[in-house]
């Protein structure tokens, strides 16, 4: 490959002094002249059918309108995957959160104050909050006539456990949980030039305009929807909430409306982590090749679907982990409960299940009587493998590579002193992800380059800024391109009306799909501008002439030369280019065989833990992670993923768990709901691996999900080191601890 | 927020005379727990009294033997005079150090902790074995009250509406005594207390010559667990001793919380025995 100028530079952030000096406009910094303010009813029942009284409410003082499932304008419905969930319920409750009613006033206090005076009347109906008993034929149904929203087998080959010397078999608990995005829900909208415009903070803006048509009943051509900076996300925005009821409120009352969450609607109003109970089963021979791995999963979607069939497709896909295993089989299993919805978060069912698989194997190795580098050396995928849907590994799989930095690190980790008056251990865990929607799903990026009238390169394109770095990325992407520096590139990202759609931020695709679509635009643009560069300055070809900053000269002769702004004065119209990027992925078959997702990305982690005998108190010190980028277009951004992946995993081992008792989450404040902070988070050493993957921008793949992976294997695997108490359930609480830990308190 | 009215006090003076003109006041100066509250709809309707500008309560000095804290210091304020406090009352420096993070240790001030009466509070059992002195003042007159004797109940502290809390003084114990503490909680910042432990020991010889204990979250206050002291003084320390100590103190803590659920006791038995084992050294 080429010299590169900008791509492997840590550039400083587009957005970053924007973020750190609070100038970045989020949807609760905006305020309109005679904007209303909105606020949500919500049920505190889970399972029910109701009747509304609004009499009272709506002649309360500043009240303009209450909205309810009658007021909706077009079909009362909204879903990723399925329109199972309602704009306002109009039959039937399904879980505590559900939105009832809309009360919109001229002030906040007004509105909240009004909202206590609607009357609302349950009629209870027995709830369901177990999948298990879910399954049962005569348990409470949630939506139509089975609970089950998804039942997935994948089989490879044929497991026969009587031909392996070992087999040992277990079965993992992973929580609920809550994706914690500092910014609550917030959203504005309002009526400019007779189009419906709504502002607010999502991860995907054009599929928010697709769904609030169909509910509002317009064209999508009459909604416009700005993104305005966001505060996390991590798959907690993908499904629709706070601003299908402004756009409603707004296109009813043809006036601007607001309304933000606070911190408790916040953790009702979003999707959670799927909890999964997750039993597995793996055989090896004595040389500690695994030849047989069975697993089953049951996942709790809640009460609705959200994206319950794409998250158990990829926990089911990825839960024999980085390994080669010749005969597999998985039965995967999703249901509706009266508990909060689950849908997409961070590792999207691929986090859950590497819980198992990353503990079983070293289960494996400690009776094979083998180390946990060992066994891994011994399975792993490497070029040629074929993974558990019998897709081929044909590049870019450096597992290897990254095992052999962790274990280095780790000796001399393991030299360091330990502290005496603590119990120490160490553990490792490898991960693999496989980027996009996948299964054959058109997973499309599309993108528009142009050349501006200063002569400036300006990038069209609907994917978002959540944090992860998306638009410093593809600016670098498009300097490279262009030989200049990513300051000089404007991302327009923002707008509906100005940019075509670039997909979700989401399943770790953009840098891979949006970044290869603005390549190839950029490319084409470039050659656009080679050719019209060659006709003005009168050349034979276009042989030997080189863009730089803004303006192409000749190699052999700098001085012939003309800027971009020359070329926009004459040529406007023919400088701007398409770019379209689809992956690669096919449906796989009825046993779930074929290749549903690329590209892979791998990384390894190893920590080292202290846990305080006395207490329970479980802390991680230190730690080596090694992530595979295929190439890392700016490797700050990729560190600070790793960081910010790792501490992720690391509430997920320790701390978290959305505590529901029948269907109500009780810790839904950030004082009751422990996320980790800077003071419980290790200085990780962050390795970066890079082995090109030859179909990425540059050779660039997505780690956006694949990095918080491994943390709570790797983590857990430590505590049992430290402990010899293996934890199947998560989180390892100090309590958890000390009820196993000696079994003093059982 | 539903406020009805608030005053600004400048002095001490001017305070109680807001105080005693006014039923139904809060004293603010922090704010860290009582705008939640406020926020929350937990109190409405109520008069603030904002003493956050009164100047002569913010202070911490050593005058002799003693150590003076005004109740308007904020736990910054304070941890900024670590350096010229003495090493035997260690424990309190750690325990105002573990109070939430830097912004909320910049804001909430010890006279404010103190005053809340939360079983959860971190400075104050510390301050109770240190055998802490409150000075309490209204328009008519000055008292001095053991901190021990401050808290009534859950919230409920032996404070009049006319009341203000000025300082807080204690003794430096003696150079043989070391002051330990000890906060069991789930995260190392930010973290709500599920229960600590201050001991103030004297071991000579490795015999427990001397001992106070006070707990935070085992009952509806912090309280000072003479019971718990008795066990200990005169004995040496060794695990024998220690363990007998320890199974001790889970039943004294279970007799008070002998209607709450299972899970909770469980929890309880698990944090005192922890909190007392790295005190008691």
Redesign the interface.
């Given at each position: 490959m080429d010299k590169l100028n900008i791509v492997g530079k840590s550039s400083f952030r587009v957005d970053g002094i924007d973020k750190i000096s609070g100038r970045s406009i989020y949807p609760q910094d905006i305020k309109l002249k005679e904007m209303f303010h909105a606020v949500t009813l919500r049920s505190t029942v889970p399972h029910a059918t109701f009747t509304l009284n609004t009499e009272k409410a709506s002649k309360m003082s500043g009240v303009v309108k209450i909205f309810t499932a009658h007021d909706v304008t077009g079909k009362n419905e909204h879903g990723v995957l399925f329109k199972d969930h309602q704009v306002f319920m109009d039959r039937k409750i399904n879980r505590i959160g559900d939105p009832l009613a809309l009360v919109v006033a001229e002030t906040l206090k007004e509105a909240k104050v009004a909202m206590k005076e609607i009357e609302v009347l349950y009629n209870e109906l027995p709830g369901v909050f177990c999948p298990l008993e879910a399954m049962n034929e005569d348990a409470p149904k949630i939506h139509g006539d089975s609970n089950i929203i998804a039942n997935m087998k994948l089989e490879k080959g044929t497991v026969d456990f009587s031909k392996c010397d070992v087999v040992v078999e277990n079965t993992f608990k992973v929580p609920m949980v809550e994706h914690a995005f500092l910014q609550p829900e917030s959203a504005v909208s309002y009526i400019e030039d007779d189009k419906l415009v709504v502002i607010s903070s999502t991860q995907y803006p054009h599929w928010d305009r697709f769904e609030l048509s169909l509910a509002l009943g317009l064209k999508e051509e009459n909604i416009k929807v700005l993104n305005a900076a966001v505060g996390g996300a991590f798959g907690g925005r993908e499904d629709i909430t706070s601003q299908i009821h402004v756009a409603l409120a707004t296109k009813t009352l043809k006036k601007p409306v607001k309304i933000t969450y606070g911190r408790e609607e916040s953790f009702l109003a979003h999707s959670k982590r799927h909890p999964m109970t997750i039993r597995m089963k793996i055989g090896a021979l004595k040389d500690g090749k695994i030849t047989a791995m069975k697993n089953e999963i049951l996942a709790d979607s809640g009460a609705y679907a959200s994206w319950a069939p794409s998250v158990l497709r990829k926990a089911m896909t990825h839960s024999t982990g980085p390994y080669e295993i010749e005969n597999v089989k998985v039965n995967a299993k999703s249901v509706y409960t009266n508990n909060p919805f689950t849908g997409a978060m961070r590792g999207f069912g691929a986090t859950q299940v590497a819980v198992g698989y990353e503990q079983i194997i070293d289960q494996l190795a400690e009776e094979l009587g083998i180390s946990t580098y060992e066994i891994r050396e011994k399975n792993i995928l490497r070029i040629g493998s074929k993974t558990g849907t019998s897709q081929t590994m044909y590049n870019s799989v450096p597992v290897d590579r990254c095992l052999e930095a962790v274990k280095k690190e780790m000796e001399i980790i393991k030299k360091k002193p330990v502290n005496k008056d603590m119990l120490t251990g160490y553990g490792i865990a490898l991960s693999i992800y496989g980027t996009g929607y996948g299964n054959g799903f058109p997973d499309v990026s599309s993108n528009i380059a142009k050349i501006n009238s200063d002569g400036k390169i300006e990038i069209f394109s609907g994917f978002t800024e959540v944090g992860q770095g998306a638009k410093t990325v593809m600016a670098q992407i498009a300097s490279e391109v262009f030989n200049t520096s990513s300051s000089n590139i404007i991302i327009n990202c923002e707008d509906t009306d100005k940019v075509p759609d670039s997909g979700t931020a989401a399943a770790s695709r953009q840098t891979y799909n949006t970044g290869n679509a603005v390549k190839k635009s950029c490319e084409k643009l470039k050659d656009i501008i080679l050719n019209l560069a060659q006709k003005e300055l009168g050349l034979n070809n276009n042989i030997g002439l080189e863009v730089k900053d803004e303006l192409v000269y000749l190699r052999t002769l700098p001085s012939m030369e003309i800027t971009f702004k020359d070329l926009f004065s004459k040529y406007k119209d023919e400088l701007s280019s398409k770019g379209k990027f689809v992956a690669q992925t096919t449906q796989m078959d009825d046993l779930s065989q074929g290749a549903p997702y690329w590209p892979y990305g791998f990384n390894a982690l190893g920590v080292k833990v202290e846990i305080?005998p006395?207490?329970?108190?479980i802390?991680v010190v230190d730690g080596v992670f090694a992530q595979d980028v295929g190439r890392a277009i700016n490797p700050r951004l990729v560190e600070g993923q790793m960081d910010g992946g790792f501490v992720m995993g690391l509430g997920y081992a320790l701390?978290e768990d959305i505590n529901l008792v029948d269907g109500e989450i009780k810790n839904r404040k950030f004082?009751?709901y422990?996320i980790?902070?800077?003071?419980?988070m290790p200085t990780l050493k962050k390795i970066i691996i890079e082995d090109p993957e030859e179909t990425g921008p540059f050779g660039a793949k997505g780690i956006g999900e694949s990095v918080t992976i491994p943390a709570a294997p790797a983590i857990l695997n430590a505590i049992y080191d430290a402990s010899k108490v293996r934890f199947t359930k998560l989180p390892v609480?100090?309590?958890e601890f000390?009820?196993k830990f000696g079994n003093k308190?059982d | 927020m539903n406020i009805a009215d608030v005053y600004k006090a400048e002095t001490v003076k001017e305070c109680i005379k807001l105080l005693a003109k006014h039923k139904e006041t809060k004293i603010i100066s922090g704010g860290t727990d009582l705008v939640i509250k406020l926020n929350e709809g937990q109190i409405e309707g109520i008069s603030l009294v904002d003493i956050s500008s009164i100047k002569e309560l913010n202070f911490v000095k050593i005058e002799g033997n003693t150590i003076h804290i005004g109740s308007n210091s904020t736990f910054s304020d304070v941890l900024n005079h670590k350096s010229i406090f003495p090493k035997s009352i260690k424990g309190f420096v750690e325990a105002l150090e573990s109070v939430g993070?830097p912004q909320i240790r910049n804001a909430g001030t010890i006279g404010g902790n103190i005053c809340n009466g939360s079983p959860a509070a971190d400075s104050i059992p510390p301050l109770i074995v240190l055998g802490a002195k409150l000075t309490i003042i209204s328009k008519k007159r000055e008292r001095i009250v053991d901190i021990e004797d401050f808290f009534l109940g859950k919230g409920k502290v032996d404070l009049g509406s006319n009341e203000l809390l000025k300082s807080i003084s204690f003794d430096i114990p003696n150079e043989d005594s070391k002051l330990n503490f000890y906060k069991?909680s789930?995260?190392?910042?930010?973290?709500?207390t599920l229960g600590s432990v201050a001991a103030l020991i004297d071991i000579q010889n490795n015999i427990v010559q001397d001992i106070k204990i006070a707990t935070g979250g085992f009952s509806a206050y912090c309280i000072r667990e003479r019971e718990m002291e008795e066990l200990m003084i005169g004995k040496e320390l060794n695990e024998e001793n220690l363990n007998y100590l320890l199974n001790s103190a889970k039943k004294i803590v279970q007799k008070r919380i002998e209607t709450f659920p299972n899970d909770f006791k469980?929890?309880k038995?698990?944090?005192i025995?922890?909190?007392l084992?790295?005190v008691i050294r």
């Open positions: 305080d006395a207490t329970g108190r802390n701390y004082s009751s422990i980790p902070t800077a003071k419980d609480t100090p309590i000390m009820k308190y | 993070s069991y789930y995260r190392n910042a930010l973290s709500i469980v929890l038995n698990i944090t025995e922890g909190a084992r790295h």
